[in-house]
C-alpha cells in the first residue's frame, strides 16, 4: 500500500518556464511533507518542507503548496533551469520533532528542462 | 560531498551471499538511517540508530541487520542474498532524531547474481 504516490514518472518543461510536480498521500496522520531532488550516482539532497499548519511554503524558485483536504501537495519550480533536470522525490512523515524517524517516500519524477 | 560516506559504492555478489555495507555519518550527528530503493521503488525506510542505539525499525528483513558503532559508523549487513535484493541502499544521518535534518549519503548500489 503506498502512502505517497506521484503519479507521473516523468515531466518534461521549457526553460524558463513553470515545472509543478504532484504528490498524494493517504495517510491522514502525516503532518510534515519534503520535497527532494537527486541527482544521478548521488544521493538525495533535501529542497524544501512544509508543515501541515501551513499551505505555502517558499524559497527562491521553489514553492511547495499543501492542501490537506485533498491530501495533495505541490512543488512549483519557477523559473525552470536546465541544472533542476534531476529526479524528485516527495516524502511524508509524522511528526518532525525527536519521536519523528521515518519518511516515507514517493517513486519519484524525473523532471528533464529542455534548453 | 554530503559528509555522509557510504562504502562500497558498488558490489556485485551472488545469490546466498552476505555483504556489509558501512556508513561514516556527517560529523557531529548522532542518528543513522538506512533506507533501500529498489527498481522503480521510493526509498524504503530500513532501520534507524541513535547514538549507538537501535530507535526504529521499517521494512526490514529478519535476513538483514544493522548497528552502530562507539565511534558512530553503522554497518548494514545483508545475508543469504536473493536477486530481488539488488537495490541501492542510503544511509542518512542527521544530528538528532527528527526527519528535518536528514543528510543522505551517495549509497551502495547492490547487485545480486
Known amino acids: 500500500d503506498q502512502q505517497v504516490k506521484q503519479n507521473s514518472p516523468s515531466l518534461s518543461v521549457q526553460e524558463g518556464r513553470i515545472s509543478i510536480l504532484n504528490c498524494d498521500y493517504t495517510?491522514?496522520?502525516?503532518?510534515?511533507f519534503l520535497w527532494y531532488k537527486k541527482y544521478p550516482a548521488e544521493g538525495p539532497t533535501f529542497l524544501i518542507s512544509?508543515?501541515?499548519?501551513?499551505d505555502k511554503n517558499e524559497d527562491g524558485r521553489f514553492t511547495v503548496f499543501l492542501n490537506k483536504s485533498a491530501k495533495h501537495l505541490s512543488l512549483h519550480i519557477v523559473p525552470s533551469q536546465p541544472g533542476d533536470s534531476a529526479v524528485y522525490f516527495c516524502?511524508?512523515?509524522?511528526?518532525?520533532?525527536?519521536?519523528?524517524?521515518?519518511?516515507?517516500f514517493g517513486k519519484g519524477t524525473k523532471l528533464s528542462v529542455i534548453p | 560531498d554530503s559528509g555522509v560516506t557510504q562504502t562500497p559504492k558498488h558490489l556485485i555478489t551472488a545469490t546466498g551471499q552476505r555483504v556489509t555495507l558501512r556508513c561514516s555519518p556527517r560529523?557531529?550527528?548522532?542518528?543513522v538511517y538506512w533506507y533501500q530503493q529498489s527498481l522503480d521503488q521510493g526509498l524504503q525506510f530500513l532501520i534507524q540508530?541513535?547514538?549507538?542505539?537501535?530507535?526504529a525499525k521499517g521494512n526490514i528483513l529478519e535476513r538483514f541487520s544493522a548497528q552502530q558503532f562507539p565511534d558512530l559508523h553503522s554497518e548494514l549487513n545483508l545475508s543469504s542474498l536473493e536477486l530481488g535484493d539488488s537495490a541501492l541502499y542510503f544511509c542518512?544521518?542527521?544530528?538528532?532524531?527528527?526527519?528535518?535534518?536528514?543528510?543522505f549519503g551517495s549509497g551502495t548500489r547492490l547487485t545480486v547474481v
Open positions: 542518512a544521518s542527521s544530528v538528532a532524531t527528527g526527519v528535518g535534518g536528514y543528510t
Open positions: 495517510n491522514s496522520m502525516f503532518d510534515y
Open positions: 512544509i508543515s501541515s499548519i501551513k
Open positions: 516524502a511524508a512523515s509524522e511528526g518532525s520533532g525527536a519521536g519523528s524517524y521515518q519518511l516515507t
Open positions: 560529523s557531529g550527528d548522532l542518528s
Open positions: 540508530y541513535y547514538n549507538g542505539e537501535e530507535r
